[in-house]
């Protein structure tokens, strides 16, 4: 009898955020135990992904959620710092897949054969599933920093450039969360050495 083999499905959330840690997760669907309603997370209302995630997490075979911290993003750059959070939850996995399909176009360096996708949040049932955890994981740790710093409203714009996001950091100055490395970010601590 032969086995079917089992595929990995991995997806980022915050690649453009100017706040917080860039996020990645590592999904194997179980085939015999397909899920309703799985899509690109950012085509689905939060409400939706929220219900979603926690199917995810009892039914897969395996998942794991990784990030890259902002010093790490600064560091390397958005690109291999979301490639090294993509590693990260592929390596943290309790099985091991024999393939990783990757949405996009890039694949991170892991030792198992890797195939980067296109769309593959749209396409790939497990890279859906992907972008589902990576997305709201992500978002509750925007809350999380939204606790500790109010007056940035991350609660509402999780840290994207909003003009509302970019006034709040005119206004209360850039903090430990930013990524220094972007552009809108740069630019205002530039300004404040001035």
């Not at 079917?4 to 917080?20: F, H, M, N, T, Y």
């Not at 899920?35 to 395996?62: F, H, M, Q, V, W």
């Not at 694949?107 to 296109?118: D, F, G, K, L, Q």
Request: glycine letters at 6%.
């Amino acid at each position: 009898m032969g086995t079917s083999s089992l595929i990995c499905g991995v997806d980022e959330a915050g690649r453009g955020p100017l706040a917080g840690p860039v996020f990645a997760a590592a999904v194997i669907l179980d085939p015999r135990d397909p899920i309703d309603g799985l899509a690109d997370s950012k085509k689905l209302p939060e409400r939706t992904r929220d219900r979603l995630a926690p199917l995810i997490r009892e039914r897969s075979l395996a998942w794991a959620v990784a990030s890259a911290t902002v010093e790490e993003i600064d560091a390397l750059n958005i690109l291999q710092a979301t490639l090294l959070a993509m590693r990260r939850a592929v390596e943290s996995l309790a099985l091991r897949p024999d393939e990783v399909l990757v949405d996009g176009m890039h694949c991170p360096c892991v030792e198992i054969p890797v195939r980067a996708i296109v769309k593959g949040d749209s396409t790939v049932a497990a890279i859906s599933a992907a972008s589902i955890l990576a997305k709201t994981v992500r978002d509750a740790e925007m809350l999380r920093l939204h606790a500790l710093h109010p007056q940035y409203g991350l609660d509402r714009h999780k840290g994207y450039p909003t003009v509302a996001h970019l006034a709040a950091l005119r206004s209360h100055g850039v903090i430990a969360i930013y990524r220094r490395s972007f552009g809108p970010v740069r630019e205002l601590i530039q300004g404040e050495v001035k």
